[in-house]
């Protein structure tokens, strides 16, 4: 789960920023969702590129590994990204595969939507 210290752009800008990065990375359809009553949107994928592929949230023109909210994806995940509206605020959520094989993957998200849907709290 990450965030900027500073103001962020809104969450579909978020979205639409992490979308529009190389081809190293396919995404399924975005949905939207809410979690811990905020809306957001949510986006599954995987990664393609053969070196994996760097998630760059918040900092703009970065080229990827140098910037402070780098994430890096290995070749051949799976992940989710929600990216959630708290208050003004985006806030994006990345889960990754790993090691777990598609079905193993899509079970632990569906397990772990609902436990960050139960447990994720934004107090202010």
Avoid at 88 to 116: C, I, N, Y
């Amino acid at each position: 789960m990450e965030t900027a210290f500073g103001p962020t752009p809104s969450a579909p800008a978020i979205l639409a920023r992490l979308r529009s990065g190389r081809a190293e990375a396919v995404y399924e359809k975005t949905r939207r969702v809410a979690l811990a009553g905020f809306p957001g949107w949510q986006v599954d994928g995987r990664v393609v590129g053969s070196s994996g592929h760097v998630f760059v949230p918040f900092t703009p023109g970065s080229g990827g590994e140098r910037a402070p909210d780098a994430f890096m994806g290995g070749s051949g995940e799976r992940f989710r990204l929600i990216v959630l509206d708290v208050r003004g605020k985006s806030v994006v959520l990345f889960l990754e595969s790993v090691k777990l094989r598609p079905q193993a993957f899509h079970a632990f998200t569906t397990m772990a939507d609902r436990v960050v849907g139960e447990s994720l709290e934004f107090p202010g």
